[in-house]
């Protein structure tokens, strides 16, 4: 009845067998605890071990022979706390793991009228203060005129409250916007498609402007890194 909740606890079979037969019938010594279950003595001794290690059971001496007994249920609680704390020591070198061997590559698809909303949010949530975006084919004058004229201009507040910085490449004869964290770049159209790219943290977003609008966000540190370089390249070339 209880078995499968004890054993959610780490107790193993015989544990459990043992345990609730010393709840249900008291004190008893080995040898009657063998002949009950059925199991050897030697498998007996050393479930009671562990059992007395875990504060479940308790021995007494009673005319020169070993008797064991379970101590109060309420014990239980304290092995499960126990266990918590212990698994709680060990989940920051977990998750150090855990980054170092996950490392694969997320990729989100987003389409529709909004899209350019979800990655002012995602960029907004990404970066923190000081940090540094970088723009490749970004078109100010459409984004603000037909994209996101309210929520641009929210995120232009924002970001120049906490000191974001963006490095934005832009057409030549593009339009600039007047934030002093702002810095930009001109290229020939011929570097720039109908297409924008965002470079921030771990991620590189893709903004497709046709319609309906599409947005690609890939989370990946090596691409972000190697679309920084590209950018860097043509940060350098760019007037």
């Known amino acids: 009845m209880y078995e499968s909740q004890l054993k959610e606890l780490g ?21 009657e605890i063998s002949q009950k279950l059925g199991l050897h003595r030697g498998y007996i001794y050393d479930a009671l071990e562990r059992m007395q290690e875990k504060e479940l059971i308790n021995s007494i001496l009673k005319n020169n022979k070993k008797y064991f007994q379970a101590t109060s249920p309420e014990n239980l609680i304290e092995l499960l706390k126990l266990k918590l704390e212990n698994l709680q020591k060990i989940i920051p070198d977990l998750k150090k793991i ?37 723009l490749i084919g970004i078109d100010e ?6 994209v996101e004229p309210i929520y641009l201009k929210q995120y232009l507040n924002l970001i120049q409250t906490k000191h974001i910085k963006e490095k934005i490449i832009i057409k030549q004869g593009s339009k600039k916007l007047k934030y002093h964290n702002l810095k930009y770049r001109q290229l020939s159209e011929d570097y720039i498609g109908k297409t924008a790219q965002i470079i921030y943290k771990n991620k590189v977003a893709i903004f497709i402007l046709s319609m309906p609008y599409y947005l690609i966000i890939i989370e990946n540190k090596e691409v972000a890194e190697t679309y920084k370089k590209q950018f860097n390249l043509l940060w350098k070339i760019a007037k």
Do not use: C, F, W
Not at 19 to 28: N, V
Not at 102 to 122: A, C, F, P, S
Not at 141 to 146: D, H, I, K, Q, R
């Open 141 to 146: 004058n459409t984004l603000l005129n037909e």
């Open 98 to 134: 855990m980054e170092i061997t996950k490392e694969e590559t997320k990729v989100e698809l987003h389409k529709g009228q909004k899209v350019y909303r979800t990655l002012i949010k995602d960029i907004i949530s990404s970066l923190k203060e000081n940090d540094e975006a970088y």
């Open 11 to 31: 107790l193993t079979d015989n544990e459990v067998r043992i345990y609730l037969i010393l709840l249900k019938q008291g004190m008893q010594n080995p040898s």
